[in-house]
C-alpha cells in the first residue's frame, strides 16, 4: 500500500518533470522557436523550395500557416499520396539459412510488436471513423489501415519462420481515440527514431538477407510518414483551438507526452527481464555488440533526418526526440580515436560481423 503511494508520487514526479520540458519542446514542434526557424529553412533549401525573404532575409516563420485550410491539404495529400498499395499476401518470403533463422527467432521483440500493431490499428482505425472532418478522416483511416497491415505481416512473417507469439486479448477501441491517437502517435515518435537507426545497423551489418531488409524498409518508412502526420495533425488542433484555450491543450499534450516517455524509459531499463520485450528500440543497440552510446544516437539522428527528408518541407517534423538527443551528444565526450565533428563510422563492418554474429545471436 504505501509502496503504492510512494511509486505513485514517484510517477507523478517523473511525469510532471517530464511535461515541464516537453512544453518548452512544443514550442520547438510548433515553428515558433529561432531553432525550428532555422530547421525549416533547412528543410525548404534541401526541397529546393522558393525562400519568402523576410525582414532581415530570413525566411517567415510559417506559424500562421500552421492550423490553415492549406496546412491541412498539405498534410493529408502528402500521406494520401505517399502510400504504397500491397496486399501482405503478395510479399514472398526469402528462404532463410539456419544463422539467419536463428538471429530472427532471438530479436527479443515478437511478442510486443505483434500485440502493439494490433492494438494501434485498433485506435486508428477508431480515430478514422469519428473523425468530423473529411479530409482529416480519409488520412486517418489510410493510417488505420497501414497499422492493420503491419499487424497482418508481421502475423504473416511469425508463422512462415515459426517464431512462436504468445496469445493477447482482441484489442478493444478506445474510450477517448484523440487522446490515444495522441498518445499512440508520440510513443511512434520514440520507438521510430531509435528504430531507424537499429534498422540502419541491421541493414549495414548484413546479419540478415537484404531481401528480408527490401520487405521491412517501406513499412520503416510507413512509420516516419506516421509520425510526420501526428506531429502536424497535432499542431493543426492547436492552432484551430481558441487561444485561451491553448496552454489548457498544450499541457494536457504535455502530459500524455511526458507518460509515453516515463513509461517507455522505464521499459527500456527492463527489457530482457521477466520476459519483458517493451523498450527494445531505446535500449535494441547494445543486441549488436561494440556500439557506442554516442555512434548509435548519431545514427539515429542521421537516420531520422533521412527519412523524413522527402516529404514536403512546410510540414512540420518531430522535435522532440531529435532535440534531446541534440542535447544529449553534447554531454556525451565524442569516441576514442574520432574527432568530435567527424562523421559516425559505419558499425559493425568487416570481420567484427562474424564476430557479432556469434556473441549476440546465441539461440
Ligand atoms: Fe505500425
Ligand atoms: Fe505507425
Known sequence: MEFGIIASAARLAHNGCAAAWIYGAFILENGSSRRSRLVTERNERRAGAVCRKGEGGRSQVKSKWIGSEEH???????????????????????????????????????????????????????????EPDP???????????????????????????????????????PEDPVRTFLATGYGECLDSFFAFGLFAIGKRSQLFPAALIDIFDPIMQEEARHI???????????????????????????????????THARNATRVGGNGSQEGFTMSGHNAFG?????????????????????????????ALVPSAVRFALRLIPPNRGRASGEPAECPLGGARRAEVSREVFRP
Open 290 to 318: 561494440e556500439l557506442s552510446a554516442r555512434s548509435f544516437l548519431e545514427l539515429c539522428l542521421a537516420e531520422n533526418d533521412r527519412r523524413l527528408a522527402p516529404y514536403d518541407p512546410r510540414l512540420l517534423r518531430p
Open 72 to 130: 491541412k491539404r498539405v498534410l493529408c495529400e502528402t500521406f494520401v499520396k505517399t502510400h504504397k498499395r500491397f496486399l501482405p499476401e503478395e510479399i514472398e518470403w526469402p528462404e532463410l539459412d539456419a544463422d539467419s533463422l536463428n538471429r530472427l527467432k532471438s530479436l527479443p521483440i515478437w511478442n510486443e510488436a505483434v500485440k502493439t500493431e494490433s492494438s494501434t490499428a485498433v485506435e486508428v482505425q477508431t480515430l478514422g471513423r469519428v
Open 135 to 173: 479530409i482529416m478522416a480519409d488520412a486517418i483511416a489510410l493510417q488505420g489501415y497501414e497499422e492493420g497491415r503491419h499487424a497482418a505481416i508481421l502475423g504473416l512473417l511469425t508463422r512462415r519462420y515459426g517464431i512462436a507469439v504468445e496469445p493477447f486479448e482482441e484489442p478493444a477501441p
Open 228 to 262: 510526420l502526420f501526428v506531429v502536424n495533425w497535432s499542431a493543426y488542433l492547436r492552432a484551430r483551438t481558441p487561444a485561451l484555450r491553448r496552454p489548457a491543450y498544450d499541457l494536457r499534450k504535455a502530459w500524455i507526452v511526458a507518460d509515453q516517455i516515463v
